[in-house]
Antibody, heavy 119, light 111 residues
Framework: QVQLQESGPGLVKASETLSLICDVS????????YAWIRQAPGKGLEWIAYIYYSGTNINPSLKSRVSASVDRSKKHFSLTLFSVTSADTAVYYC??????????????WGQGTLVAVSS | QSVLTQPPSVSGAPGQRVTISCTGSSSNIGATYDVHWYQQLPGTAPKLLIY???NRPSGVPDRFSGSKSGTSASLAITGLQVDDEADYYC???????????FGGGTKLTVL
């Protein structure tokens, strides 16, 4: 089964750009559809973006600041978040699912990477 | 304020049964979109517990069960164990928002 491993800077300055990578291993990257989920300290889960059969869906509350894509040659899924603020401090998870549509559950999860935004 | 409403906390004694509700609306659960449940043990990533309203992935004990009716879904846990202490989240799709929605999470305490 697939394994997911997030990597990122750990600390980002406010107003700068956050870039995260999710490395995919253990299975073909083509067998899954990917998503980014985040969790602010002490808070619940918030979806950021997910890939589905005909494109990428981005949370409307983040749409102007988010880019997400799959690089099959590098076997990774990436997230870029522009103009970060302290509200973007969170643990960022990548996740994978089998279903190509909006309905499928998030079956596999990475361990998460903590990103703190400093002022 | 989450689109899907869960109680902030529930508790029960070992061996007892607890239920966690997830209340939505006609644009998500009521529109027959699937409900999924995740268990998040302290300091770990979420884990899929129930998918498609009531299905258990391989390896999830049958002590965990899911159901849905109208605009609400429920997660039931029987034979509570100390290791069940975790946060539980429901998730679905919302047609008005054109995206996923999560419940705010419920912290289960096993007394």
């Amino acid at each position: 089964q697939v394994q997911l491993q997030e990597s990122g800077p750990g600390l980002v300055k406010a107003s700068e750009t956050l870039s995260l990578i999710c490395d995919v291993s253990g299975d073909s990257i083509d067998n899954y559809y990917y998503a980014w989920i985040r969790q602010a300290p002490g808070k619940g889960l918030e979806w950021i973006a997910y890939i589905y059969y005909s494109g990428t869906n981005i949370n409307p509350s983040l749409k102007s600041r988010v880019s997400a894509s799959v690089d099959r040659s590098k076997k990774h899924f990436s997230l870029t978040l522009f103009s970060v603020t302290s509200a973007d401090t969170a643990v960022y998870y990548c996740a994978a699912r089998h279903s190509p549509n909006h309905r499928g559950p998030l079956v596999f999860w990475g361990q998460g990477t903590l990103v703190a935004v400093s002022s | 304020q989450s689109v899907l409403t869960q109680p902030p906390s529930v508790s029960g004694a070992p061996g007892q049964r607890v239920t966690i509700s997830c209340t939505g609306s006609s644009s998500n659960i009521g529109a027959t979109y699937d409900v999924h449940w995740y268990q998040q043990l302290p300091g770990t990533a979420p884990k899929l517990l129930i998918y498609g309203d009531s299905n258990r992935p391989s390896g999830v004990p049958d002590r965990f069960s899911g159901s849905k009716s109208g605009t609400s879904a429920s997660l039931a846990i029987t034979g509570l164990q100390v290791d069940d202490e975790a946060d539980y989240y429901c998730q679905s799709y919302d047609s008005s928002l054109s995206g996923w929605v999560f419940g705010g999470g419920t912290k289960l305490t096993v007394l």
